[in-house]
């Protein structure tokens, strides 16, 4: 199956898969039967946490292979129904022989246009051959999925069946979308602060391009008057656990991110998200904006705009447009230019006078 998810169904969907095999009995000891690989821990844990809810009462056993398991654990000595992993741990414990894949009856593959970059791709290839069952069913999720992740599916499936869930490619109808020019990296702040001070409606996801944008932005806002928290790839494993459940909780209201939660991970009623640092792809603004407006519930989501980021606003108003959104004229009349890797040299995030 190559499955394109375009809203909340999907994870559904993507988990309920494994239940097509329940009636084949008690798996032998040492035999896992699913695999489902994410790009993140975070995503990972939250895929775990769905599939212990959807098997209460069931015999499914699960794992989540953790960083002690991939170096410690031997798992041809329990039985595991179904392993769920960052394809990095998994190929460790490949290569310490601590896990045996020949076996694994269906392999998944979530958010499958970010596994297949490049540098994941490496990583996944050999989990892929390690998954030698001849009669394995390979299923591939994502909100995008560009052609050539699609070409390079169908060489790893046979009589592959798309299946689309709204619009491909697309963002959903449920978020109200909005453009702010704010000409300068001070004007994004004095915004963001401006827009705080009037009408803080949380939880709010605050998206910014790399980490140590998002170390800086944190430094600015983490002592004004709101309740603030910030997760990026520097963060321990457990800052980074701390951070997505106090969010959950309601405990963190703005919280400072980059791409490492944009995908796939479903924050119950996030209200806004807004993207402070503008996305270098359509795939990165569809994902980042879809962790609002979920699961029929609406959102907002705000995208600020710098004199840099005009000659790419034409890719985002055709987004917006598909979906049902508002567009000024003089928009769709801009020339479209080729989004891809638009990543500019910023500007420090401070208004601070350097001393």
């Not at 896992?32 to 946490?49: D, G, K």
């Not at 106090?246 to 807004?274: E, H, P, Q, S, Y």
């Not at 359509?282 to 705000?302: K, L, P, V």
């Amino acid at each position: 199956m190559l499955c394109l998810r375009t809203n909340w169904l999907g994870k559904n969907l993507r988990i309920c898969v494994s239940y097509a095999y329940e009636a084949q009995g008690v798996p032998e000891k040492g035999a896992i039967r699913a695999v489902i690989l994410c790009h993140t821990r975070e995503l990972s844990a939250q895929t775990y946490r769905e599939c212990k809810k959807l098997a209460k009462g069931k015999k499914f056993r699960i794992k989540l292979m953790t960083k002690h398991l991939s170096r410690n654990a031997d798992f041809s000595k329990f039985p595991c129904d179904i392993l769920i992993s960052t394809p990095l741990r998994l190929r460790l414990a490949i290569r310490r022989k601590k896990v045996d894949l020949s076996r694994v009856e269906f392999l998944v593959l979530d958010e499958s246009d970010k596994l297949f970059e490049p540098e994941l791709f490496k990583q996944i290839d050999s989990i892929i051959k390690a998954c030698s069952n001849p009669s394995i069913i390979r299923s591939l999720f994502s909100a995008t999925l560009p052609d050539f992740v699609e070409d390079r599916a169908r060489e790893l499936m046979h009589d592959a069946v798309r299946v689309i869930i709204g619009r491909k490619n697309m963002a959903s109808e449920t978020i109200k979308q909005k453009l702010i020019f704010t000409g300068s990296e001070e004007g994004k702040l004095l915004a963001i602060r401006q827009s705080f001070a009037e009408s803080l409606n949380p939880p709010v996801l605050l998206f910014v391009q790399s980490k140590e944008r998002a170390k800086e932005l944190y430094g600015e806002l983490a002592f004004e008057n709101i309740r603030v928290d910030v997760i990026h790839s520097d963060l321990s494993q457990e800052q980074r656990e701390n951070a997505v459940d106090n969010f959950r909780a309601g405990k963190t209201w703005v919280l400072i991110a980059t791409d490492v939660v944009a995908r796939g991970m479903d924050f119950k009623g996030v209200n806004c998200v807004i993207n402070y640092d503008f996305p270098d792809s359509a795939a990165a603004y569809i994902h980042r904006i879809g962790r609002s407006g979920r699961a029929g519930r609406t959102g907002e989501a705000i995208t600020l705009y710098t004199e840099d980021d005009i000659p790419f606003l034409r890719n985002v108003a055709n987004l917006m447009a598909a979906s049902g959104c508002e567009v000024p004229s003089w928009l769709m009349d801009l020339r479209k230019k080729k989004w891809r890797k638009h990543r500019p040299k910023r500007d420090s995030i401070s208004t601070k006078p350097d001393i």
